[in-house]
């Protein structure tokens, strides 16, 4: 992959950048040019290194190893290299940029296409690139994943946790803004159950006259948690299967609305108000 491509364009780059400047807050800024060493003693973080690595693995859906990492770095006293300090500092640590640590996990890095695909003959077709492009980003972040086709659930492949991590990294590799997810209802139904669980062990452990009044209220609060939880879906509005996401991202459908559960809710109640006035 050409390094000279312009920062906009370079999805390695910018999740660099990006996890440096989520790091460091406002200051000091984040480019091609800084120099690692110096930006972690402005920082004032022992885990400088620690936090760069995981937030950039988080972003991009890879993996990188501590031996990697010395290679990288080349520091004294590891892999293969018994160089002084004082020479390493002087020698090493200027080469040390954003820029090269991009350039290194390029390397190691499988780009993602989303160019048009030709299916059994048909012409190009944009959406099944992004299908295919969707395809290896998910083969990335959860290889156990197995196979799956346009019309499967994104739900059903990707658990919440595997859903946040593809949304960024498919925003970022195909450089478009998505539809925000919606995670309030998971957070409620959360909620509940801490809530419910710790009234019935609190009750149960300490005290048997709370648990008398409150044990039919906490399995009611359980029983709607759980079935919060299998009703919650923090995808937009119009978009469940990765065929849906793919029509959308090639401009085949209209931009989805983010607030899923409210606006099936409304339009529910909106459908019965009709009926009712006919």
């Known amino acids: 992959m050409d390094s000279t491509r312009r920062f906009e364009d370079d999805e390695v780059l910018r999740a660099v950048i990006d996890t440096l400047q989520e790091i ?3 200051d000091p800024k984040a480019e091609a040019t800084t120099n690692l060493v110096e930006f972690e003693e402005e920082v004032f973080d022992s885990l400088f290194h ?8 988080e972003r991009l859906g890879i993996s990188i190893s ?9 520091l004294p006293n590891g892999i293969d290299n018994t160089m002084p300090f004082e020479k390493w500092r002087s020698s090493i640590a200027p080469t040390l940029t954003v820029a090269a640590l991009a350039d290194f996990i390029r390397e190691r890095y499988k780009p993602i296409s989303f160019e048009p695909v030709s299916v059994l003959g048909s012409p190009p077709c944009q959406a099944a690139g992004y299908f295919v492009g969707m395809s290896d980003i998910v083969q990335q972040i959860h290889p156990e994943a197995g196979r799956f086709g346009p019309s499967t659930s994104i739900r059903t492949v990707l658990p919440n946790r595997r859903l946040r991590l593809f949304w960024s990294r498919l925003s970022r590799a195909a450089n478009k803004s998505l539809p925000p997810l919606s995670f309030w209802l998971n957070h409620l139904a959360n909620a509940l159950l801490i809530i419910s ?49 793919a029509r959308y991202l090639a401009g085949k459908r209209t931009p989805p609305r983010a607030w899923r559960f409210g606006n099936r809710v409304g339009s529910q109640f909106r459908r019965k108000q009709s009926a009712e006035s006919s």
């Open 24 to 26: 460091a807050g406002d």
């Open 50 to 57: 620690l936090e760069l690595i995981l937030g950039i693995e």
């Open 66 to 74: 501590h031996e990697e990492l010395q290679t990288f770095y080349q």
């Open 197 to 245: 669980i710790g009234f019935l062990a609190f009750g149960i452990m300490v005290n048997w006259a709370i648990l008398a009044s409150v044990w039919l209220l906490c399995l009611k609060g359980l029983q709607l948690g759980w079935w919060l939880h299998r009703r919650a879906n923090p995808l937009p509005y119009g978009i469940d299967t990765f065929g849906d996401l």
